[in-house]
């Protein structure tokens, strides 16, 4: 994927970030999503795992 910038995205363009917002380099995913959808299968996968407990909890 090349690096999509917040003024990149369009419809069908999946929303992930990459890296940090203040950081130089960061954007987002860009790959293909259905326009319903905010992210890629890939990444509609990770936004809906659960969230692990800390070993410290």
Same mark, same amino acid.
């Given at each position: 994927?090349?690096?999509?910038?917040? !003024? &990149?995205?369009?419809?069908?363009?999946?929303?992930?970030?990459?890296?940090?917002? !203040? &950081?130089k380099g960061f954007h987002f995913c860009g790959g293909p999503s259905d326009p319903?959808?905010?992210?890629c299968n890939e990444h509609m996968i990770k936004a809906q795992a659960p969230v692990r407990k800390s070993k410290t909890s």
């Open positions: 994927m090349s690096n999509t910038t917040m !003024e &990149d995205l369009k419809p069908g363009m999946c929303r992930w970030p990459i890296g940090h917002p !203040e &950081d319903s959808l905010p992210y």
